[in-house]
């Protein structure tokens, strides 16, 4: 707290005296008389007036806190708002995929159960019947075609896109796994033999799991080459 003492012939005039130097007006100090005017005996003891002004700190203005709340309180409603319009069209998009392939599977003669889930980055819709092979191909490739088209079909003449995964039987588990651990087998390789490894040709989803599977690996580097649908992943030393 800013504190002065002041004196002046009168407590009035000490008190203005104390205002002028803070650059204060009455209301934004506390007062306090020290020392009361005395005019002595026959002009002598004469004392002058003592007081000390003491500024009122304060912690934060109103108008400044209101502002605050009221900005913080915009910024989470405009915040939940594009969050509930997210999770409405990812609602729709898986919706209108599940439809759209029970339809496709149907024509084929396929007798399915599709189970669908709605996570942050995607929506995955499982596949679950008998003798369901058929729909995931070599390497997945017939799976792959079947989910470009849902994720055509879903996000068409949609503001907000989200990427449509279509599982049979938890084969990407599968999958993924299996791509991680020859992603490390042949690391090793390259390590031994400081020489590289050319991988087949994969899609761009199965690319990025070699990719991150590696990424911290030491001495090696992982480089996409070629065009699709020849597009493949390289192995390096370094």
Same mark, same amino acid.
């Given at each position: 707290m800013t504190s002065i003492e002041v004196t002046g012939k009168t407590v009035e005039e000490a008190v203005k005296s104390g205002l002028a130097q803070? !650059? $204060? #007006?009455? !209301?934004d100090v506390l007062?306090?008389?020290i020392t009361e005017p005395s005019s002595g005996i026959f002009g002598f003891g004469k004392k002058d007036a003592k007081v000390r002004l003491t500024v009122i700190e304060k912690e934060i203005m109103p108008d400044t806190l209101t502002e605050a709340v009221m900005t913080e309180s915009v910024t989470e409603l405009e915040e939940m708002t594009v969050? #509930?319009?997210e999770e409405a069209a990812a609602e729709n *998009? =898986? =919706?209108?995929?599940?439809e759209f392939l029970q339809e496709v599977l149907e024509k084929m003669g396929i007798s399915v159960v599709i189970e669908k889930m709605i996570k942050e980055d995607k929506i995955i819709l499982h596949l679950h019947g008998k003798d369901l092979g058929v729909l995931i191909g070599k390497h997945g490739q017939t799976l792959d075609a079947l989910q470009y088209l849902v994720n055509l079909k879903a996000n068409k003449d949609r503001e907000n896109h989200c990427f449509v995964m279509l599982d049979v039987e938890n084969y990407r588990t599968r999958r993924e796994e299996t791509l991680k651990a020859l992603a490390h087998r042949l690391a090793g390789r390259v390590k031994h033999n400081h020489d590289k490894m050319v991988l087949e040709p994969m899609n761009g989803y199965e690319r990025k799991i070699i990719h991150v599977a590696l990424q911290h690996t030491e001495? *090696? $580097?992982t480089e996409s080459e070629g065009q699709e649908p020849y597009r493949h992943v390289v192995i390096y030393y370094q």
């Open positions: 803070l !650059q $204060r #007006k009455e !209301q007062t306090e008389v969050k #509930k319009k *998009i =898986a =919706a209108e995929g599940k001495h *090696i $580097r």
